[in-house]
């Protein structure tokens, strides 16, 4: 099975912060372990004025099988979220 990015409930979604609204693109992606596994690139950009822009990095793996269950995105919702709130820069974020 290929997945494609924009296929992902992940990608063209927005974050509400106490910085923000955060739109999300999945820039990339990969599965490993067989398909169970998908290694995600996110590009989040906020828009400061007309013409400038934030933009931030994050990487981080999600489990395939249960990316469009509403529960498990909210909590990956809210880990973004909680990692945008709490860092500066790009990164990677873990879910346990």
Do not use: C, N
Not at 50 to 73: H, K, N, W
């Amino acid at each position: 099975m290929s997945l494609q990015p924009e296929e992902l409930p992940l990608h063209m979604s927005k974050i509400e912060t106490s910085q923000g609204t955060w739109p999300v693109a999945v820039y990339s992606l990969a599965q490993a372990q067989g398909g169970d596994i998908l290694l995600l690139k996110l590009i989040l950009e906020q828009s400061i004025d007309e013409q400038r822009f934030r933009t931030r990095e994050l990487g981080m793996q999600v489990l395939a099988a249960r990316l469009r269950d509403p529960i498990y995105s909210e909590r990956l919702f809210g880990s973004i979220r909680q990692w945008i709130e709490t860092t500066q820069g790009d990164g990677l974020l873990e879910l346990g």
